[in-house]
């Protein structure tokens, strides 16, 4: 099948719905400048920190608790890489489709905060945001632009206390909160699911593909290359985030062009 015509396809059914749900990964930011090691910044691929650590552990709830310097070291070099970027096209056709479809909702692995910067608000930030940190002894929590300034570990200026990135580092816990949000809009059951950028190796981000395939919705997947959900989607762009939202929102708005 030819992309053009699967683009008319997707095109159509995206007109169509009325309560799609995108899913986002580290691809989707690929085009403002961000490198994707699933998600968190791909720096590390296949080696290990200056501290001879996996960065899986570096970037643990283990080693966040025990060495909170060498966590905050990496979260810095990852903020740091986040810093100059900002939303793409992709990014920002999402956020003006919300505004068509008040029902859209986005489910995001991502922590650059870039979808809530473009006008996202229906958003399932489920690994969390760099630019959020949070008290670990108070209740203490404020939001920032961006690191430039603080002292890496930060402690909190309400008890003097450290403080943590609203992150979900490896080996820790989803927030119920998101969770509880996601099983909202799993509940009131999408009419498409889009998943675009990841490579949805998490079950609860490959999820919403399957549920889509076993209740007769379409499930759309823009992505380059293969992934866990490739064969499981029933339209497949093989294309970049923003080349290929970019495409779909000129068919559904051709007076635009």
């Keep these: 099948m030819s992309e053009p015509f699967v683009l008319e396809e997707i095109a ?3 007109g169509r719905a009325q309560r799609p749900l995108f899913i986002t990964g580290a691809g989707i930011s690929a ?26 552990e570096a970037l643990s709830g283990h080693m966040l608790a025990r060495r909170p310097e060498i966590t905050w070291r990496y979260i810095g070099q990852i903020e740091s890489n986040c810093r100059n970027a ?7 056709l999402i956020a003006a489709l919300e505004e068509e479809k008040p029902n859209l909702w986005v489910l995001t692995q991502n922590i650059d905060s870039l979808h809530r910067k473009a006008g ?5 930030e489920i690994h969390g945001t760099v630019h959020r940190l949070l008290c670990t002894a108070c209740s203490h929590e404020r939001e920032v632009e961006d690191y430039a300034g603080l002292a890496l570990p930060p402690n909190c200026p309400e008890c003097g206390r450290p403080v943590r990135p609203d992150v979900v580092m490896f080996g820790e816990m989803l927030p119920q909160s998101a969770l509880g949000q996601l099983a909202r809009v799993m509940d009131e ?27 007769g919705v379409a499930a759309v997947e823009i992505n380059p290359g293969e992934t866990e959900v490739s064969t499981i989607a029933s339209h497949r762009l093989k294309m970049g985030a923003a080349q290929a939202l970019t495409a779909l929102w000129d068919r559904l708005h051709p007076q635009a062009g």
């Excluded at 996202?120 to 399932?124: P, V």
């Excluded at 059951?189 to 209740?215: C, E, K």
């Design 31 to 56: 085009d403002s400048g961000l490198p994707t090691y699933r998600g968190i910044g791909g720096l590390y691929n296949d080696r290990l920190t200056e501290e001879g650590f996996p960065i899986e």
């Design 189 to 215: 059951g999408p009419d498409l699911v889009l998943s675009i950028g990841t490579t949805s190796v998490f079950p609860y981000i490959a999820h919403p593909v399957w549920w889509a395939r076993q209740n």
């Design 86 to 92: 900002g939303p793409n096209a992709a990014h920002r």
């Design 120 to 124: 996202s608000k229906n958003l399932i």
């Design 12 to 14: 159509s059914l995206l």
